[in-house]
């Protein structure tokens, strides 16, 4: 019997695995935002010294590994398995990343929500009592999701206003069964919604009918409120799609009470860099919470926070056929470990 089921799609995880590390690594653009105080390694190199777009994000996600197994005071042999992804075809940056490091992987794809996907199934992995020590991992880089999923950037198109800038950067959290640091006391297993949306220049209007049902099933499923977080964070729906949540909240009698906020507006300031609707890619909600929340949540300036990481499920094939972007958000639910 699945005695810590809660509702349909919810868990509560009562021995509350803990984050007891985390890394993150963000390139030139990233290190000049408003986050950029918090990120552990950052680089003025796109190309982090590679020859491709595609292996500086292979890169990226080993500076996270190396620097996460650093400030843990761990090896690889302490690892017990990885959970990762990225954006880019068959996940070839997470899987480049670790090969030939006898590290046991299970690859990811959740687009986007690849962070909380990680974490969550590290947590439950944990909880179930697998394993002792996993990491969750991921990554994107600006110039490689333009070459799959758009175009080149040497094209020189123009991105409409409703686009967002994906981000440069890995995220990496050591999740164990015993330690010192922030806890994951729940988690919600998105559905993948489609509403329609076929332009891939607006993902935030694709994944916030996602991010709204996953936030709802939490809330209902654990009985709680928005109340109950000091802050509810989606990643990443850019400025249009928060707006657009927060109208579908409203719309279906859910009160955000101030909680709302998103990746995707965090990373970047929209007022001074040329970045539209804001943050996206795998990266942008990893490196966020990386970066400044876990660090927040470990210091008790925040004392519970629900991590919900949005993802649109397209691929060049789909837009190319003019099919719709289904959505899917994850949630996460995060505790101040001092409490």
């Not at 984050?19 to 990120?39: D, M, R």
């Not at 843990?72 to 940056?93: E, K, P």
């Not at 015993?178 to 994944?207: F, H, Q, S, W, Y």
């Amino acid at each position: 019997m699945a005695s810590n089921k809660r509702g349909k799609q919810s868990f509560l995880l009562p021995g509350r695995p803990v984050i007891t590390a985390w890394a993150s690594v963000a390139g030139k653009k990233e290190s000049e935002g408003p986050l950029g105080y918090c990120f552990d390694v950052t680089s003025q190199d796109t190309l982090f010294g590679q020859k491709t777009w595609e292996q500086a994000e292979k890169q990226m996600q080993k500076m996270a590994l190396d620097t996460l197994m650093s400030k843990a005071g761990i090896t690889r042999q302490d690892v017990d398995l990885v959970f990762s992804g990225d954006l880019l075809n068959q996940c070839i940056g997470s899987s480049f990343t670790l090969r030939n490091t006898g590290i046991p992987h299970l690859g990811l794809y959740g687009a986007c929500s690849t962070m909380a996907e990680s974490l969550l199934l590290s947590a439950m992995a944990v909880e179930a009592g697998c394993v002792d020590r996993v990491v969750a991992m991921t990554s994107s880089h600006f110039a490689a999701s333009e070459r799959q999923y758009r175009f080149p950037l040497g094209y020189g198109g123009q991105r409409p206003p409703t686009a967002q800038w994906t981000v440069t950067g890995s995220g990496a959290a050591l999740v164990c069964t015993e330690g010192n640091g922030p806890r994951i006391e729940a988690c919600t297993i998105g559905t993948v919604t489609d509403l329609g949306i076929k332009d891939a220049n607006n993902m935030g209007a694709a994944m916030a009918p996602a991010a709204l049902s996953t936030i709802k099933a939490h809330l209902q499923d654990l009985g709680r409120s928005a109340e109950d977080y000091d802050l509810i964070v989606t990643g990443d729906l850019g400025q249009l799609g928060k707006e657009m949540l927060l109208e579908l909240a409203r719309q279906e009698g859910l009160a955000l009470g101030g909680r709302l906020t998103d990746c995707g507006t965090m990373v970047f300031d929209l007022e001074k860099q040329d970045v539209h609707c804001g943050g996206s890619g795998c990266g942008c909600s990893a490196i966020t919470l990386c970066g400044e929340l876990l660090d927040k949540l470990n210091k008790s300036k925040l004392k519970r926070i629900l991590f919900c990481g949005t993802g649109a499920l397209l691929s060049p094939t789909s837009t190319q056929q003019g099919l719709p972007i289904p959505g899917v958000c994850h949630g996460v639910s995060i505790v101040c470990g001092r409490d």
